[in-house]
């Protein structure tokens, strides 16, 4: 079965420190990736997403994720965090074929301390 | 540009009564999505419409649960009659096309609580 997993549930840092939210999917998912990310009382947000090409994509607020196809990851990572980026961030797969479903993971929360 | 929004932003009701979700996409989005998150689970697809076709209703976990679409707009998803395990929190989404590059846009989501 197609599965997408975050090995995380909650990662607590500190703020300006750097953070790695890790993503793993099964290799007969459709390679294309998502990070969303839901800050609270909000909808979900496209982070990035990587489609083909670069493996290495970057949001506009300083993330960035890495596809790797042989260890079938897509870690979220920033080298320095703010307390704004306090969220729930959730990994997507989406399925091939005639419909674009999208296959999540459990999420991570995120929390920054001062 | 108004984003995804859905209606209501909260709701609960008693085991075995009716409720009806509402969602209106993004302008033009020919496609619209709706996803289910249980409390502490990932969050699930549940159908996809092209327009007011379901195109996919493969995650609709049993026929309490029923989705139109009409015209093509707004979509609704009611849930008769209502069971403890359907609490969570359901998403719409919208995209304007079903491709590779599509990127799907979500909305606030509902909250529904069964007791």
């Known amino acids: 079965a197609q599965s997408v997993t975050q090995l995380d549930s909650q990662v607590p840092v500190f703020e300006e420190a750097p953070v790695e939210l890790r993503c793993n999917y099964s290799?007969?998912?459709?390679?294309?990736l998502f990070w969303y990310v839901q800050y609270p009382n909000q909808g979900l947000q496209l982070l990035l997403k990587?489609?083909?090409?670069?493996?290495l994509v970057e949001s506009i607020n300083g993330f960035e994720a890495e596809f790797n196809k042989s260890q079938t990851s897509f870690h979220l990572r920033k080298p320095s965090v703010h307390i704004s980026d306090t969220a729930e961030y959730f990994c997507?797969?989406?399925?091939?074929?005639?419909?674009?479903?999208?296959?999540f993971g459990t999420g991570t929360l995120l929390a920054v301390q001062p | 540009e108004a984003g995804v929004t859905q209606f209501p932003s909260h709701s609960v009701i008693e085991k075995g009564q009716t409720v009806t979700l509402r969602c209106d996409p993004i302008?033009?989005?020919?496609?619209l999505y709706w996803y289910r998150r249980v409390m502490g689970k990932e969050i699930k697809f549940l159908l996809h419409?092209?327009?007011?076709?379901?195109?996919?209703e493969s995650g609709m976990p049993n026929n309490r649960f029923l989705a139109e679409r009409t015209g093509g707009t707004y979509s609704t998803l009611k849930v008769q009659p209502a069971e403890l395990e359907d609490s969570g929190v359901y998403f719409c989404?919208?995209?304007?096309?079903?491709?590779?590059?599509?990127?799907?846009?979500f909305g606030p989501g509902t909250r529904l609580t069964v007791l």
């Open positions: 989404a919208s995209s304007q096309w079903a491709g590779s590059t599509d990127t799907q846009y």
């Open positions: 290799s007969s998912v459709s390679v294309y």
């Open positions: 990587y489609l083909s090409g670069s493996t």
């Open positions: 997507a797969a989406q399925h091939g074929g005639a419909t674009n479903k999208l296959i």
């Open positions: 302008s033009g989005h020919d496609n």
């Open positions: 419409f092209v327009k007011e076709s379901k195109q996919d």
